[in-house]
C-alpha cells in the first residue's frame, strides 16, 4: 500500500503540507504539456495570501529552503513578477526581544538592523555539545598531512566535514546568518599577512570579527577557541593565548576602555574571512569598529590552524548598517540609518584532483622527478586554484530589517512618516524587495537564485617561492625529503624556479544601472516590487546596494472643529 492514507471511498490522501491538495488537483487537471511554471503559479495563488503566510511562520529553515528550491527556474528567476509579497516578504519580524539587544554604550541601537534569519541545526553540534569543533576533523588540521594524518582542507564546513559541498546554499551546506556588532582585523588595514596563495587567487584574506547577538552564539566554538585561548591551560600560563587576533577581538568586544564595546562574549567573537580583492575597498571602508553588521555565508571550522575556532568563510552577502546625516531635500528628515549592502561574486576552491594544495604540491614535485627520455616529466611546479563562476548553489533566501536610528517624534502637533530610499544593482536571477514590514521597520528579501556564471576577470601569473611560505608552512618544503627518489640537479633547479600560481584582477561593482530606478525619498508604505531595484548581468556580483530608512515630517496635524 503506498505511504499516503487511504481516505474515504478508497481516494488515497495527497502527502501533507499546505500546497499538497492544491497541487494535486492541478496535476491532474492541466492539460498535457502544460508548463512547470503554470502548475505552481495555479497551485500557488490558489490559496489565501494569509493561509501561506502562516505556513511559512511555521516552517522550518530546511522547509523555506526547500520550498524555493521547488520553483520552476523562470519562476525563481522573476519571483517580484509572478508571486505576491507573502513568498519572500518575512514570515514574521523578529520577535520582540524582553529587553533591547545589547549595544555599545554611547552608540546606535542595535535594532537599526536584525534579522528573522533561522540557522540550521548542525548534528555534530547537537550530539557533541562540549568538543564539536576539534571533532569536525579528529582533532587534526591540513599540517598534520607531515606526520601521515587525515586528508583535511584549510577550512571545514560544518555541514559537511569532507567538503564535498564547498559552496553553500544548499541542502547539504545551508547558509548560516547572523547580526551583531564589526571588530576589524587589528591588521593593516584588515588584511591578513600569511595566507596560502594557492587557495587564495584574490589575494589574502579581509578580515572582521562579530560581537554575536545572544541568538547567534551557537555559531561559535563551544571550548574558549573562539575567545583566543586554549581551553586546557591556565591564564599565565604559556601558550594560553592560543591566537592573538581572536584574544584581541574578545578584549575589544568585552572591554569598556575609549573605543571599545563593553558587550558580553562569553565564547568569544565569531571571525569572517574573505579573499580581500572579492570584497571593494569603498564596502571594506564601511566596517569600522562598532558597526551594526549583518553576515550570511558558508559556516566553517579553521582546520588550518590547531585551535579549531568558527568562522563564516567566504560570508556570501554582509550588510553594514550606520548612522547617517538627515538626506537633503526631504522636509523634516531626520537622521537615518544608511545600509550599505555587498554580494560575493566567485567562489574560489580548496580542492585540487589529487586532494588538498599539499597533496597537490606533492604530486608535483613527483612529476619534476619523473623523466621521460632523460626529460623532467613537469618544466615547473605549478598550483592553479578551481573557480566557482557561480558563487553558491541552490536558492538562499536571506532577509534582514532596517529601523530609522531615531525613534518617532511624540510631538502630537507634527505627523512623521518612515521614508525610504534606495537602489540595489543584481544580476538576472536574483530578485530583492524592500517592504514595510510593520512596527516602524523596513524589510529587504533577497532570492538569489538560478545565475548564469559570471565571466571572470583578467589573470595573472604569480610566482611563489619556497621560502616565502614562511614559518607555518615552511615545514611543506620537507615534501622534497618525502620522494622516493633523491632530488637530480635538474629537479633541483626547476623546483627553485618557485611554485606558478594565479592572481586575478579585482571585480568591480560599478553598472551603469547603479543610478537607474532608485526609490525615493518615499513613504515606505508606497513601495512596491517595481521600484529600487536594476538589473545587469555586466557586472559579476549577484546584488550591491544602498538602503536609507528615516522619519520625516509630513506637516502639522490639522484638528477638525469640536463637536
Not at 594557492?198 to 584574506?205: I, L
Not at 611546479?381 to 573557480?387: G, N, Q, S
Not at 632530488?487 to 579585482?506: C, F, H, S
Request: glycine share 10%; charged share 15%; proline share 12%.
Amino acid at each position: 500500500m503506498p505511504a499516503a492514507r487511504r481516505a474515504g471511498g478508497g481516494r488515497a490522501a495527497p502527502a501533507g503540507g499546505v500546497f499538497a491538495r492544491s497541487f494535486a488537483r492541478n496535476l491532474k487537471q492541466m492539460p498535457s504539456g502544460a508548463l512547470d511554471r503554470d502548475l505552481f503559479l495555479k497551485t500557488f495563488h490558489s490559496l489565501p495570501e494569509e493561509k501561506v503566510a502562516g505556513a511559512l511562520a511555521q516552517a522550518s529553515p530546511r522547509e523555506r529552503a526547500l520550498l524555493l528550491s521547488s520553483l520552476p527556474a523562470d519562476v525563481a528567476s522573476s519571483v517580484r513578477q509572478w508571486l505576491p509579497p507573502v513568498m519572500i516578504g518575512p514570515a514574521r519580524l523578529p520577535p520582540p526581544a524582553p529587553s533591547p539587544l545589547p549595544a555599545p554604550p554611547g552608540g546606535p541601537r542595535a535594532e537599526i538592523l536584525t534579522t528573522n534569519y533561522a540557522n540550521v541545526p548542525a548534528q555534530l553540534a547537537e550530539t557533541d555539545p562540549t568538543g564539536w569543533n576539534r571533532a569536525l576533523t579528529d582533532g587534526k588540521t591540513v599540517q598534520d598531512w607531515s606526520i601521515g594524518g587525515p586528508n583535511f582542507f584549510e577550512w571545514s564546513p560544518v555541514y559537511d566535514r569532507t567538503c564535498t559541498f564547498e559552496r553553500e546554499g544548499g541542502l547539504e551546506n545551508p547558509v548560516v546568518g547572523a547580526t551583531g556588532w564589526a571588530i576589524p582585523s587589528q591588521n593593516a588595514m584588515g588584511l591578513s599577512g600569511k595566507d596560502v596563495w594557492f587557495t587564495h587567487p584574490w589575494w589574502f584574506d579581509w578580515e572582521y570579527y562579530i560581537a554575536l547577538d545572544p541568538q547567534f552564539q551557537g555559531l561559535l566554538a563551544p571550548d574558549g577557541a573562539n575567545r583566543g585561548v586554549d581551553p586546557t591551560k591556565s591564564p599565565g600560563d604559556p601558550g594560553y593565548i592560543s591566537d592573538p587576533d581572536y584574544n584581541n577581538a574578545l578584549r575589544i568586544a568585552e572591554g569598556t576602555g575609549p573605543g571599545e564595546l563593553g558587550l558580553s562574549a562569553p565564547l568569544g567573537c565569531l571571525g569572517v574571512e574573505i579573499d580581500q580583492d572579492l570584497v571593494p575597498p569603498a564596502f571594506r571602508a564601511t566596517v569600522q569598529q562598532g558597526t551594526r553588521i549583518a553576515t550570511f555565508g558558508r559556516w566553517i571550522v579553521d582546520s588550518g590552524h590547531p585551535d579549531f575556532h568558527t568562522e563564516i568563510h567566504p560570508p556570501l552577502l554582509m550588510a553594514t548598517a550606520t548612522p547617517s546625516p538627515p538626506p537633503s531635500g526631504v522636509p523634516g528628515a531626520g537622521v537615518a540609518t544608511h545600509v550599505e549592502l555587498m554580494s560575493r561574486p566567485y567562489t574560489s576552491s580548496q580542492k585540487y584532483s589529487e586532494g588538498n594544495f599539499i597533496d597537490h604540491l606533492v604530486a608535483e614535485v613527483a612529476k619534476v622527478e619523473t623523466p621521460i627520455f632523460g626529460f623532467p616529466g613537469s618544466w615547473r611546479v605549478e598550483a592553479h586554484p578551481a573557480i566557482y563562476p557561480v558563487p553558491y548553489v541552490g536558492r538562499p533566501w536571506l532577509e534582514f530589517f532596517v529601523r530609522p536610528t531615531t525613534p518617532p517624534s511624540n510631538d502630537p502637533l507634527r505627523q512623521q512618516v518612515l521614508m525610504v530610499q534606495c537602489h540595489f544593482t543584481v544580476r538576472k536571477g536574483v530578485a530583492v524587495w524592500v517592504y514595510q514590514a510593520g512596527d516602524d521597520t523596513v524589510g529587504v528579501s533577497i532570492v538569489l537564485g538560478d545565475l548564469n556564471p559570471a565571466p571572470l576577470p583578467k589573470k595573472h601569473d604569480y610566482s611563489v617561492s619556497w621560502s616565502e611560505l614562511g614559518s607555518e608552512y615552511a615545514w611543506i618544503v620537507g615534501i622534497w625529503g618525502l620522494l622516493e627518489t633523491p632530488l637530480d640537479p635538474l629537479g633541483l633547479a626547476i623546483l627553485e624556479r618557485g611554485i606558478l600560481t594565479d592572481r586575478y584582477d579585482p571585480p568591480l561593482a560599478v553598472s551603469g544601472v547603479d543610478t537607474t530606478n532608485v526609490a525615493g525619498p518615499m513613504q515606505a508604505g508606497q513601495l512596491t516590487s517595481a521600484v529600487g531595484w536594476a538589473e545587469d548581468d555586466t557586472q559579476p556580483f549577484p546584488i550591491y546596494g544602498w538602503l536609507d530608512v528615516f522619519w520625516a515630517t509630513s506637516g502639522p496635524v490639522v484638528e477638525g472643529p469640536a463637536d
